[in-house]
């Protein structure tokens, strides 16, 4: 189906809003903290919106969508068992850490619990991963606007870009946060409606039961071996590697979702930011994964809904949700549905870029260049940092174009940075006995006992850089164990080494230790005022819904 006027007349109508709001927002933008915190002015409902709307970027909305068809019902394992325990963990233990200490970033954390090495050596490797993720959003949407829009490939990844960086860059992180907020009804309203029309078509849930490979219709049955189930994974690596490590690895330790909730008006907002986010985050695999199992069931019914090829001859799954959108949506609703899509990929851009020029002009240009330049110098580093990042994002793109599920690439991503770094997180919040040697030794034998592992592993044609000694059925696999090895590498080097290395003083550890951290009584007269309580509710209810589809 072809777009028609209407259709491009809202797409239109959202670039213009977007860039309204980088305008509009331009002149409270006064200072470098205005333009990379947002002057911790946000009020809770956005706070919450924006930090599940900050992972609800391309890799979600599009590489969810592509693994639900690649993998089945596997992949809301990302959400209820990757995401909604770290979230709750996040809120109630790790928020007063960083709130009170009034860190402006995760490497800041760093710092201040540890030394300065420990935080530039994360910075720079955050910095890196935050262009990467970013660089994954606008080959995405650059790809999409290809197939729906007939647009040429490289004219689209410069024209979104161009987009983003105007509003980034007039309005800075409080731009970027209206927008996440925006983008999240746009994505309910845009691919909700989808979802709805494609059950309808594939003949429901027992058309989906009737049509889909009956092994991509459970959650946890077939995990016994990587060899019974479609993603290629066993329980350890999927419990482990997934559930713990990447996942405590990402929400607690990753400052791109972190700095939604440091950015709260209290200490309270703050804790509650990632706990409120939970509950849609539990629900979102019925909007964001469902398409991937709708499109195989239309497969086996109906022509028209077969999935392109990548150059090297594999099934492209990212390119379900633009296929269902192309022969499922009239026009008008098509419109929607593309802006939706649209909006996503800016939005997940937009977040890894305020992360990056937040980290680099705090944690790296202000640590090591020029420490007490006035506020206003900072905000031009920012603005000028933003432009950086943009083009960097442009040039890793084109890396993306060579796999065929974004997730899986960047699970990989998320393997070398936020596992070891989990590690050093986990040590140095509930061992006061880690020292800053310790720390940073850490980092750096986890990340390149991660690069060894992907250097000696081979997983569909990716890795084995170095000797192909073992062979990983799926990429998203060879991540999960990646990952659980970085982990424990860091682990093991970081107690080592503290072990020989001299200790800081209990004083200087005070609001970075839980050990020695006054506790924050929960003086809230309502249960779902209390993070604990309310977080208490949303596992009880993710694990009923792991049991209904097991």
């Known amino acids: 189906m072809q777009l028609e006027l209407i259709d491009y007349g809202i797409i239109l109508l959202y670039f213009v809003f977007v860039v309204g709001i980088g305008l509009m927002l331009k002149k409270r933008v006064k200072t470098g903290n205005d333009f990379l915190m947002s002057n911790r002015s946000i009020p809770l409902w956005i706070t919450s919106l924006a930090f599940i709307s900050a992972n609800l970027g391309a890799q979600e909305v599009l590489g969810m969508a592509a693994n639900g068809a690649k993998y089945g019902l596997y992949t809301v394992h990302f959400y209820w068992l990757g995401a909604v325990l770290a979230m709750i963990f996040l809120g109630v233990y790790m928020m007063p850490f960083y709130y009170g200490s009034r860190a402006r970033s995760v490497p800041e954390y760093?710092?201040?619990?540890?030394?300065?090495?420990?935080?530039?050596?994360?910075?720079?490797?955050?910095?890196?991963?935050?262009?990467?993720?970013?660089?994954?959003?606008?080959?995405?949407?650059?790809?999409?606007?290809?197939?729906?829009?007939?647009?040429?490939?490289?004219?689209?990844?410069?024209?979104?870009?161009?987009?983003?960086?105007?509003?980034?860059?007039?309005?800075?992180?409080?731009?970027?946060?209206?927008?996440?907020?925006?983008?999240?009804?746009?994505?309910?309203?845009?691919?909700?409606?989808?979802?709805?029309?494609?059950?309808?078509?594939?003949?429901?849930?027992?058309?989906?039961v009737k049509n889909v490979d009956e092994a991509k219709l459970h959650v946890w049955k077939g995990l016994a071996s990587p060899a019974t189930n479609p993603m290629g994974v066993d329980a350890v690596s999927m419990v482990f590697g997934l559930g713990f490590v990447l996942a405590f690895g990402y929400w607690c330790t990753d400052f791109l979702v972190v700095q939604r909730a440091m950015i709260s008006r209290n200490l309270n907002d703050a804790r509650r930011t990632p706990v409120i986010a939970a509950i849609p985050k539990v629900l979102m695999p019925a909007i964001v994964i469902l398409p991937g199992l709708v499109i195989l069931a239309l497969q086996s019914q109906f022509s028209g809904f077969e999935l392109p090829q990548t150059p090297s001859g594999d099934v492209d799954y990212n390119m379900t949700l633009p296929v269902l959108l192309k022969q499922l949506y009239p026009s008008g609703m098509l419109g929607v549905g593309v802006t939706a899509l649209i909006a996503s990929f800016m939005s997940g851009m937009a977040g890894n870029v305020t992360a990056f020029n937040t980290v680099w002009t705090f944690d790296i240009y202000q640590a090591h260049i020029r420490r007490n330049a006035p506020e206003s110098h900072y905000l031009l580093v920012g603005r000028l940092t933003t432009v950086a990042g943009i083009l960097a994002s442009v040039a890793t793109a084109y890396v993306a174009r060579g796999y065929n599920?974004?997730?899986?690439?960047?699970?990989?991503?998320?393997?070398?940075?936020?596992?070891?770094?989990?590690?050093?997180?986990?040590?140095?919040?509930?061992?006061?006995?880690?020292?800053?040697?310790?720390?940073?030794?850490?980092?750096?034998?986890?990340?390149?006992?991660?690069?060894?592992?992907?250097?000696?592993?081979?997983?569909?044609?990716?890795?084995?850089?170095?000797?192909?000694?073992?062979?990983?059925?799926?990429?998203?696999?060879?991540?999960?164990?990646?990952?659980?090895?970085?982990?424990?590498?860091?682990?093991?080097?970081?107690?080592?080494?503290?072990?020989?290395?001299?200790?800081?003083?209990?004083?200087?550890?005070?609001?970075?230790?839980?050990?020695?951290?006054?506790?924050?009584?929960?003086?809230?007269?309502?249960?779902?005022?209390?993070?604990?309580?309310?977080?208490?509710?949303?596992?009880?209810?993710?694990?009923?819904?792991?049991?209904?589809?097991?």
């Open 110 to 208: 760093l710092k201040l619990r540890f030394d300065e090495k420990t935080r530039t050596l994360n910075a720079v490797t955050f910095a890196g991963m935050t262009v990467f993720s970013s660089g994954v959003s606008l080959y995405a949407l650059a790809m999409l606007m290809q197939v729906m829009l007939g647009w040429d490939f490289d004219v689209s990844i410069w024209l979104a870009a161009g987009i983003v960086l105007v509003y980034i860059f007039m309005g800075g992180l409080t731009s970027a946060v209206y927008n996440e907020v925006l983008q999240f009804f746009l994505i309910v309203l845009g691919i909700a409606p989808l979802v709805f029309v494609g059950m309808q078509r594939a003949g429901g849930w027992e058309g989906i």
């Open 405 to 550: 599920s974004i997730m899986d690439l960047l699970q990989l991503v998320f393997s070398f940075v936020n596992a070891p770094l989990f590690a050093t997180f986990f040590l140095g919040m509930f061992w006061k006995r880690t020292t800053g040697h310790g720390a940073f030794w850490g980092l750096v034998a986890g990340t390149l006992s991660a690069a060894v592992v992907h250097g000696l592993s081979v997983a569909e044609g990716k890795g084995g850089w170095i000797a192909p000694l073992h062979t990983y059925l799926s990429g998203t696999g060879q991540a999960f164990n990646i990952a659980w090895m970085a982990f424990l590498v860091c682990g093991a080097v970081t107690v080592a080494v503290s072990m020989f290395t001299k200790a800081r003083p209990d004083e200087d550890l005070k609001g970075l230790v839980y050990s020695l951290t006054e506790k924050t009584p929960d003086t809230a007269k309502r249960w779902y005022q209390n993070p604990m309580w309310l977080g208490a509710v949303v596992l009880a209810f993710t694990l009923v819904l792991n049991i209904i589809f097991f």
